[in-house]
C-alpha cells in the first residue's frame, strides 16, 4: 500500500510459545491477525519464534561471553533495534506469561544500555504491544508486566496496547482449535485492531518527528554535569 502512511514502519512480532517450528502456536494464530492488518497498510512485518533459537538466558548483551557456550541473542538483535514496532507475543501458563518471554525481557534489558544516534537510550522512539493467547486467567497481568518491562527500558506504550483470546477456564479448546470461537470473537478481534493501528499511530508519530527530542534524557550530558533544571531551584537545595 504505497500511499500509507505507515509504509515506512517495520514491525517485529516475537512468538514466546514453548513449541517449535513447525508445530501449531496458538499466539501466532492471532499475531498473524495483527500482522495482516499492518501489511495491509505496508508496514513491513517480521515473525520470530524465540524458541526456535538457542537464546542464552541472561542480562548481558552476548552470554557467550559469561559462560554459555551458544547464545543466538546476538543474531537476533539486529532485527530487534531495526524495529520501529516489537510486538510481544505470549501463551499463559498458571497465570503468567511463558519463560520463554521472560528470557526475551531480560534480553531486551541486555541492550537497554546502548544509546541510539542522539545518545539516548537505544529503545527511544521505538513502541511496543502485547498479545496473549490461553485458556486460563492471566491475560492481564501478563500484558501489565511486559508492558511496564517494555516502557521502563524506553519503549513508548501506546493506548490499548495489549490484546488476547482465554477460552474457557481450565481444560479446552485453545484459540485455533475448531470450535474454539476465538478467531470470531468480537471482543479479542477489536482490541487486536485497536492495538495494531495505535501502535502503527504511535510509531509514524515518534518517527515522523525523528522520536523523542534529546534533552534532557542523554545520559552523556548527565554524566558532564547537565541537571535539565533538576537542581536549578533554590528552594530545594
Known amino acids: 500500500m504505497t500511499d500509507s502512511p505507515f509504509a515506512h514502519l517495520s514491525a517485529v512480532f516475537i ?3 514453548l513449541k517449535k517450528s513447525p508445530e501449531l502456536s496458538h499466539t501466532e494464530g492471532l499475531m498473524r491477525r495483527s500482522m495482516a492488518v499492518m501489511e495491509a497498510q505496508g508496514v513491513s512485518t517480521t515473525l520470530l519464534r524465540l524458541v526456535d533459537y538457542p537464546v542464552a538466558a541472561g542480562v548481558y ?6 559462560g554459555w557456550e551458544v547464545d543466538a541473542w546476538p543474531e537476533i538483535w539486529p532485527t530487534v533495534e531495526a524495529a520501529d514496532i516489537v510486538v510481544v507475543g505470549t501463551p499463559l501458563w498458571l497465570g503468567e506469561n511463558s519463560s520463554q518471554a521472560r528470557v526475551l525481557i531480560e534480553r531486551l534489558y541486555a541492550m ?3 544509546h541510539n544516534d542522539k545518545g539516548q537510550y537505544v529503545y527511544y522512539g521505538k513502541v511496543g504491544g502485547i498479545i496473549t493467547t490461553g485458556n486460563e486467567d492471566g ?24 490484546a488476547g483470546w482465554i477460552g474457557e477456564a481450565g481444560p479446552g ?6 470450535g ?3 478467531p470470531e470473537n468480537d ?6 485492531t485497536f492495538m495494531t493501528w495505535n501502535l502503527m499511530h504511535l ?12 534533552e534532557g534524557n542523554t545520559r552523556e550530558a548527565w554524566d558532564r554535569g547537565e541537571r535539565s533544571g533538576f537542581d536549578e531551584n533554590p528552594e530545594y537545595r
Open 61 to 66: 548483551p552476548d552470554m557467550r561471553e559469561h
Open 187 to 192: 471482543f479479542t478481534n477489536r482490541n487486536t
Open 180 to 182: 474454539s470461537g476465538g
Open 15 to 17: 512468538n514466546c510459545t
Open 139 to 162: 491475560s492481564k497481568h501478563a500484558a501489565m508486566s511486559t508492558l511496564y518491562s517494555l516502557q521502563h527500558i524506553g519503549y513508548s506504550i501506546p493506548p490499548a496496547a495489549d
Open 203 to 214: 510509531a509514524s508519530m515518534l518517527t515522523g518527528q525523528g522520536g523523542y527530542p534529546a
Open 112 to 114: 537497554s544500555g546502548l
Open 173 to 178: 479448546p485453545s484459540y485455533l482449535d475448531e
